[in-house]
């Protein structure tokens, strides 16, 4: 077996539209993403992802922005606002936690400071999930430590969550509620297909789990780093704080920027389903790995000019790129939740008010309006658990 290491732009945004590589990145966290949608391949990945597509359509995306998403940041910031400072990783969770959560299907009846510690602590042990295949520490521990995630979140969150779906949808196929009724999630979709699309208890759950995830820990990620590029970018370039904090599009692309350097996962896995061709020249056959190194190919100076390893939001990316190169993936598995993440692509005539922004902008304007800035007696810290090189912590000031 031979691993084939794909690092142009170019070519690594042809490998990943090869239909004939299936996804290889996540084979060591199969225990909790085995059959999920990222792990799917041709029709069933194909009949899955039109199902659960359903939930992120545009409108969607438009009311959660303007409805739903400000006042949860608002409730979520306010108390860290009275103490004075917070931990942007932590905050990222505890805001990305209640989002992913609607859009997935996980209840949280109680609403208690408790109920929320508890599905955080299963999130967070999720998330060794997708990065098993880079851990460095002791494995068959850290999948005991999932086996008990995945158990708790079973019979804590879920059962109840498909439970009142069910009741909910047998009362709309009878006429006694409309669809407004319906929560608009990725539980919802898959219980109403159950007919053409079965899933066992089982899938279904982990499905769930794994939207939970994929929602939540990319996103916290980007907008560590991207807080950490926009702070280091005002200190070095004080001309552009009022722009920085002022004007949400310059913000937008503040962020995309800073995504297109930091891709969520550095690499992106494939092992071929019969022997393919690459762009590179290679042949590969199924007991080969193809690893795209998403991190790379988005420095790719012959695409993004002599200064491509460096963060600089006034950037004019090439267009056949885009702002954030290929950190989104590209071909079959490309994300999902791009749109709620980065929003629409910023358009020069774009009206302010209808545009939508994304999260991760939405996340930052309101931690730059509280005032946050690195706190100087407490630096950020690099998780070195994974290749992956996220802020395991980023400790700033507010107010
Ligand atoms: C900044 C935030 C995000 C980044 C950087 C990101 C990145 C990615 C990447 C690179 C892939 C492709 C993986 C591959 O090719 O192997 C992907 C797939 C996916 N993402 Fe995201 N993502 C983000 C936010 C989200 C959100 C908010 C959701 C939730 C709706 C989400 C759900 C998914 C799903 C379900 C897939 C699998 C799609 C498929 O296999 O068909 N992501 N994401």
Redo the contacts with the bound molecule.
């Keep these: 077996m031979a691993t084939i290491t794909v690092s142009k732009y170019k070519q690594a945004n042809d490998t990943?539209r090869i239909n004939d590589l299936r996804?290889g990145?996540y084979d060591e966290g199969a225990i909790l993403m085995d059959k999920v949608?990222?792990n799917?391949h041709g029709d069933e990945?194909r009949t899955r992802?039109l199902v659960?597509s359903k939930v992120?359509r545009r409108d969607f995306f438009r009311w959660y922005e303007a409805e739903v998403f400000p006042k949860t940041l608002k409730e979520t910031l306010a108390p860290f606002q009275a103490k004075g400072k917070l931990d942007v990783v932590d905050f990222g969770f505890r805001v990305m936690m209640n989002l992913?959560a609607d859009?997935s299907g996980v209840d949280r009846p109680k609403r208690t400071p408790e109920e929320t510690e508890q599905l955080l602590r299963i999130l967070r042990t999720f998330g060794k999930a997708a990065t098993l295949g880079q851990a460095k520490g002791d494995k068959a521990a850290i999948r005991a430590e999932i086996q008990a995630a995945i158990d708790e979140f079973d019979v804590t969150f879920y059962r109840s969550s498909a439970e009142r779906r069910r009741g909910l949808l047998a009362r709309f196929k009878k006429g006694e509620i409309g669809e407004d009724d319906l929560p608009r999630d990725i539980l919802v979709e898959l219980l109403r297909n159950e007919a053409e699309l079965p899933l066992s208890h089982e899938v279904l759950m982990k499905e769930i789990g794994?939207?939970l995830l994929?929602?939540a820990f990319?996103?916290i990620h980007?907008?560590t780093h991207a807080m950490h590029e926009v702070f280091t970018w005002m200190k070095e370039h004080p001309e552009d704080s009022d722009l920085v904090r002022k004007d949400l599009s310059f913000l937008q692309r503040c962020m995309h920027e800073s995504?297109r350097l930091h891709?969520?996962?550095p690499t992106?896995?494939r092992r071929p389903t019969c022997p393919v061709h690459l762009p590179t020249g290679q042949d590969a056959t199924p007991d080969d790995f193809v690893s795209v190194d998403?991190m790379a190919a988005n420095r790719d100076t012959d695409v993004f000019g002599p200064d491509a390893a460096q963060y600089n939001p006034r950037r004019q990316a090439p267009k056949s790129t885009g702002p954030y190169g290929?950190?989104?993936?590209?071909?079959?598995?490309?994300?999902?939740?791009?749109n709620?993440?980065?929003g629409a692509l910023p358009r020069p005539d774009a009206d302010p008010k209808e545009h939508q922004f994304g999260?991760?902008t939405l996340i930052a304007r309101a931690l730059l309006d509280a005032k946050a800035r690195p706190d100087p007696s407490e630096p950020g810290v690099v998780d070195t658990s994974t290749i992956r090189n996220n802020w395991a912590k980023y400790p700033v000031l507010l107010g």
């Design positions: 990943l996804q990145l949608l990222v799917l990945h992802r659960e992120f992913t859009f794994f939207f994929a929602g990319t996103s980007s907008m995504m891709p969520s996962s992106a896995g998403l290929l950190s989104f993936g590209m071909g079959m598995h490309s994300c999902i939740g791009l709620l993440a980065a999260t991760v």
